[in-house]
């Protein structure tokens, strides 16, 4: 176990840096890039805090969702390769329960790192999951 | 860098009273193109602001996808008659000369940065006649006629949407909701295509110039294509060119109702809203597998910057607005 400071801590001094001294001392090109350094190290702090609550819920639902035991010991990425391979194949579609909103809280856990800010986001955080898509057209 | 001299020369043939050149600065670029904005100074007259669009080796757009700089010359002047507001293409550089392909055209002065444009009192007027505007502009374009277009990329909806599948699953990235709307897509391909037209490719809020009138020119034609005209009325109405301003679809500025009206008005086809609908969705895709190539063009070492790494994470908010749009919500 590290001593703290915490790295989201740590990221987060170096983020309020590079906004509150740094920036207000650059122009052009260079003070835009530290907007977005600055960004960037807050999506950083962020995944500190929230990833391994949010990987961990991820992969319940993918094994669930798959089909598999919940001792399996396959990666998030591979089961997410899984769950493209199905998907693509037919075998499990938006009918499939869970699916839709297993991706729908897997996106929101996403956007709550990558942009918390994002309107689709800030819409959707007051939507309940999707039940079903749209149908084919006439 | 450009050199001086041969620019001078250049910009001689069409303006005699050349007497210097200053304040050249590279606007935007990746390692094949760039852009370049500059001011001549002329004896008896006010400076006159230029922009240089080359490849400095004179090399072929790296990605097929891209029009090359000499059609992008002749698609500007193609506009211009047609009533497109475009910047005006006044050289197209020799073959083989010092300063690369390409062609320089007049600086057009306005904004393009979005969120001023969508937010600062100096646009109320110009935001609202915009979306309609819009619909004009776009109308005019798909109405040149296809023998004088340069032999382009043609890209149906369904040639377009497998192209990204590809392109997407040259990332080796899984993400399932892009396979979903990849499902989704097929399912619902717009029946009946229409005959190609010249469509813009990347019409949105950030490549429109903006003065207190409205639109002053319509820029980065680097994606323009035969397809279906549809394409570029979905693609203004993709969230992510809404730049937070999401209760408005058109461009974070305007309703689908006034876009609609007038590309009608203008001459344009009857607007199917569900095949407009179609095309957000599938552009709701593209910017997804776009922000996802940011990222290998970052990793292939082309462009380390952190702008370049960034974006990749904005692959997430595509997938947001694909599961509200495929469930009928927006």
Request: net charge negative; proline share 6%; aromatic share 6%.
């Amino acid at each position: 176990m590290q001593d703290p400071p915490s790295a989201a801590e740590l990221v987060r001094a170096v983020a309020a840096f590079l906004r509150d001294e740094a920036l207000p001392a650059l122009e052009g090109r260079t003070a835009y890039l530290a907007r977005v350094s600055a960004n960037t190290l807050e999506i950083v702090a962020r995944e500190l805090e929230s990833a391994p609550a949010a990987d961990a819920a991820e992969r319940a639902r993918l094994l669930a969702l798959l089909g598999r035991d919940a001792t399996d010991r396959a990666s998030l990425l591979e089961l997410n390769a899984e769950l493209c391979r199905r998907i693509e194949m037919g075998d499990i579609d938006a009918d499939t329960p869970g699916l839709l909103a297993h991706l729908w809280s897997t996106t929101l856990a996403a956007l709550a790192v990558d942009q918390p800010g994002y309107s689709g986001y800030r819409r959707a955080l007051d939507e309940a999951p999707p039940e079903r898509l749209l149908p084919p057209g006439p | 860098m450009v050199d001086i001299e041969a620019l001078a020369g250049i910009v001689r043939d069409f303006e005699p009273s050349v007497e210097g050149i200053e304040g050249l600065r590279r606007l935007t670029g990746g390692a094949s193109q760039e852009t370049w904005s500059f001011d001549v100074l002329r004896r008896d007259a006010p400076a006159l602001g230029l922009v240089l669009r080359r490849t400095p080796g004179g090399a072929a757009a790296a990605d097929s996808r891209k029009v090359s700089l000499l059609d992008e010359a002749r698609l500007l002047g193609l506009a211009a008659r047609a009533g497109v507001p475009v910047p005006e293409v006044l050289a197209v550089l020799p073959p083989g000369g010092a300063l690369g392909d390409g062609y320089l055209m007049s600086r057009v002065e306005g904004e393009t940065i979005p969120r001023r444009i969508l937010r600062e009192p100096r646009f109320a007027r110009a935001r609202a006649g915009l979306a309609r505007q819009c619909g004009e502009i776009l109308a005019r374009l798909h109405a040149i006629p296809r023998e004088e277009v340069p032999a382009l990329r043609v890209a149906p909806a369904a040639i377009e949407l497998e192209d990204y599948v590809r392109r997407h699953r040259s990332y080796g990235w899984p993400k399932p909701v892009f396979e979903l709307a990849v499902r989704w897509l097929r399912e619902r391909a717009p029946a009946g295509e229409t005959q190609p037209v010249l469509v813009h490719g990347d019409f949105r809020s950030g490549n429109l110039m903006i003065d207190e009138n409205g639109v002053a020119a319509v820029l980065d034609w680097e994606l323009a294509h035969l397809g279906d005209p549809m394409e570029d009325l979905g693609w203004i109405c993709v969230n992510s060119w809404r730049f937070g301003e999401d209760h408005n679809p058109v461009g974070g500025f305007g309703r689908r109702e006034d876009l609609f009206a007038g590309y009608e008005a203008a001459g344009g086809m009857r607007v199917d809203p569900e095949r407009v609908r179609y095309w957000q969705v599938l552009g709701t895709l593209k910017w997804g597998v776009m922000c996802a190539g940011m990222l290998a063009v970052f990793r292939s070492g082309e462009d380390r910057s952190v702008e370049r790494a960034a974006i990749g994470r904005r692959a997430s908010e595509a997938a947001i607005d694909l599961l509200r749009l495929m469930a009928g919500r927006d």
